[in-house]
């Protein structure tokens, strides 16, 4: 931990204590960059002070709807336009060809759709109880969790 902000702290976040030993590591969506170093603000319920090796976690349903919200919206954004543009195209005695129309359209809607999950996940980010949470503190010596 780097710096202490009363509720809240600043941690420094590596691949190699986060990622090495956790079963997730496949699919986790974090890919940080080995040995390439990151900040993270999150919660302190148990007074971590600077200097001390923590373990942070993350509520699984945090981790659902962000998979869901990176995954599902351009998917559905993408459809949506394909679909619509292709009904339109033909209410209108089909003046583009189906597969350009169809490839300009999914275009549109995936970009649509980018720009939606962006705004969505900047709103989510600043929300309490989506927060990674300090779960245990360890002394850096011994590599011992603290009581």
Known sequence: MVENRGDWARVEVTRNTL???????????VM?????????????????????L???SIKDNVVLWGALTIYAIPLAGLLLFVFLALYLNSR???PLGRDTLAI?????????????????SRRWKFL???????????TEQTGQERQ
């Open 104 to 120: 300009l359209a999914g275009g549109v809607g995936l970009s649509l759709s980018f720009l939606l999950v962006r705004q969505v």
């Open 92 to 94: 209108l005695g089909e």
């Open 32 to 52: 940080l960059e080995n040995g390439r170093q990151s900040w993270a603000l999150v919660k302190n319920p148990l007074g971590a002070r600077p200097g001390d």
């Open 128 to 138: 309490a109880e989506g927060a990674p949470v300090i779960s245990r503190i360890f």
């Open 54 to 56: 923590v373990e942070l």
């Open 19 to 29: 990622c090495d030993h956790c079963n997730e590591k496949e699919s986790c969506g």
